[in-house]
Structure formats: C-alpha cells, structure tokens
C-alpha cells in the first residue's frame, strides 16, 4: 500500500485578513512527484511556502491542516520547524542564484552547509561535495568548487542548489518554478533528474507549464485563482479533465 508522506486537508491561507487560498486538498505519496499547476498568482507558491513555515509577512494559514509524517506542522514551536525545515523537508526556490552567495567560492558555501549539521572535516566536505555535484551531472566538481556562483550557467547554479539541497538527504524536496528561466535544452535536463532523484525522494513542483507536468508528474493539482480546481493522477487529468477550465488551461484556451 502507497505511504502518504505529506496530506493537507481544507487549507486556507490569507494575506493581512484576505483569502488568497481556499480549501486545499491533497496528498503526496513516497516517491511520488507531485506538480501543482497554474497561472501566476494562483496561489501556487504560497502553498509551498506555508508548508515550509514561510510565508512571507501578513501571510497566515487560517484553516486546515498540513500532516507531514504523522505531524501537523500547524502545531510546530519554532525550534521544531527548525529542525525539520531544510533537513527533513528542503526548498528551492524560483531564483536558484539568489540561494547562492556571490562573493563565497562554492566549495566554502558546501562546508559552511556540511559543518552546520554535523561534525565533519573540510576534505570530507570537498569530497562528498563533489559526489554531490557529480550526482546531479555536474562533472569537474574539484574544479566548481573553486569558482564563484555567477562563473556557471543558469542550469548548472540549478543543478548546483537541488545538489545542495540533497546534502541534508531530506524526505521531501518542494521546487518553485525549477526550470521557468532555462533554455529547452537546460529544461529537459533538469526533468531527467527529477526523474532519477524520484527513486530516492519525494517532490512537489510549483509549475506554470502543464507538458512539463505531463513529462514528469504522477499526480497533479490544477490552481486557479487561490482554488484548487481539479487533483488526481497527472494521466488521468490530461486523458479526460473533470473541469473546463483544467481542459482550457492544458489546451492552451485559458484566459
């Protein structure tokens, strides 16, 4: 039987006292990639980032609840986000180099990662950095670990912040907009690795490109305007939508 590893029922978010999401429904299984879908301000990332604990300020979840591993993260104390942001669940978010420092060698930017969880030398760092890079197919990783951030393309800085990301090993990995400013060719090799880390992890992506989704995802949800219009089984969802407006978006007649 498939594990649920995340489940949010009736979600509901609100900037300053505004509802921005309303009655959220969904659950992610072990392994699973789960793509959340739509137009922009459709409230996609807001409910990534509420459930990573950081919604920006005057944003609250107001109702539902948001079970990851058997605990709500509504009921967490500071100090109990802390020790599952980023080690159990991790984030990338839409600007992979705003994650990076600009002035920092990459190699420094690992071990300062490495030694805030755990005990560890700096060779051990380089070397488990470079099995890292190597991991998410950035070959010469003694030779990256020298540059600085802005020295690599848009896709290598991608690949370069899901490989740090996976440095904690966390369970579930939540992506906003991965691939929104790559070229195609830089695109589809970020597909084909969400692909392999999927034997490993689990994902939710906040895309706006449904072929994308089609390409990657086991299940779907379709946004629309703070609503959760449509959820299932991504094949099942473009075979036959239950929703106009999911059958407009995936044929191209939204808007």
Same mark, same amino acid.
């Given at each position: 039987?498939?594990?649920?590893?995340?489940?949010?029922?009736?979600?509901?978010?609100?900037?300053?006292?505004?509802?921005?999401?309303?009655?959220?429904?969904?659950?992610?299984?072990?392994?699973? #990639?789960?793509?959340? #879908?739509?137009?922009?301000?459709?409230?996609?990332?807001?409910?990534?980032?509420?459930?990573?604990?950081?919604?920006?300020?005057?944003?609250? #979840?107001?109702?539902?609840?948001?079970?990851?591993?058997?605990?709500?993260?509504?009921?967490?104390?500071?100090?109990?986000?802390?020790?599952?942001?980023?080690?159990?669940?991790?984030?990338?978010?839409?600007?992979?180099?705003?994650?990076?420092?600009?002035?920092?060698?990459?190699?420094?930017?690992?071990?300062?990662?490495?030694?805030?969880?755990?005990?560890?030398?700096?060779?051990?760092?380089?070397?488990?950095?470079?099995?890292?890079?190597?991991?998410?197919?950035?070959?010469?990783?003694?030779?990256?670990?020298?540059?600085?951030?802005?020295?690599?393309?848009?896709?290598?800085?991608?690949?370069?912040?899901?490989?740090?990301?996976?440095?904690?090993?966390?369970?579930?990995?939540?992506?906003?907009?991965?691939?929104?400013?790559?070229?195609?060719?830089?695109?589809?090799?970020?597909?084909?690795?969400?692909?392999?880390?999927?034997?490993?992890?689990?994902?939710?992506?906040?895309?706006?490109?449904?072929?994308?989704?089609?390409?990657?995802?086991?299940?779907?949800?379709?946004?629309? #305007?703070?609503?959760?219009?449509?959820?299932?089984?991504?094949?099942?969802?473009?075979?036959?939508?239950?929703?106009?407006?999911?059958?407009?978006?995936?044929?191209?007649?939204?808007?």
């Amino acid at each position: 039987m498939a594990e649920n590893i995340l489940t949010v029922e009736n979600l509901n978010i609100a900037y300053q006292g505004v509802p921005a999401v309303m009655d959220v429904n969904f659950t992610l299984e072990r392994g699973k #990639v789960l793509t959340i #879908v739509g137009e922009s301000g459709s409230g996609k990332t807001t409910v990534i980032r509420a459930l990573m604990g950081l919604l920006p300020v005057g944003g609250e #979840v107001t109702d539902g609840t948001m079970i990851f591993n058997g605990h709500d993260l509504r009921t967490l104390s500071k100090s109990e986000w802390r020790a599952i942001r980023g080690k159990d669940m991790a984030m990338i978010f839409q600007d992979s180099g705003s994650a990076l420092d600009p002035i920092v060698r990459i190699g420094k930017q690992f071990r300062e990662l490495f030694k805030s969880h755990i005990e560890i030398t700096n060779d051990e760092c380089d070397r488990r950095a470079i099995e890292l890079l190597e991991s998410v197919s950035l070959p010469n990783g003694a030779d990256i670990l020298r540059r600085y951030p802005h020295e690599l393309s848009g896709g290598q800085q991608q690949r370069l912040c899901i490989a740090r990301c996976l440095a904690v090993e966390p369970e579930v990995i939540l992506l906003d907009e991965p691939t929104s400013a790559l070229d195609p060719i830089s695109t589809l090799k970020i597909e084909e690795l969400l692909m392999e880390l999927k034997n490993k992890y689990t994902i939710a992506i906040v895309t706006h490109n449904m072929q994308q989704a089609s390409r990657i995802a086991d299940y779907t949800a379709f946004f629309l #305007v703070g609503e959760m219009v449509e959820y299932g089984k991504t094949k099942d969802i473009f075979s036959l939508p239950q929703d106009k407006r999911t059958e407009d978006y995936i044929t191209g007649r939204f808007g």
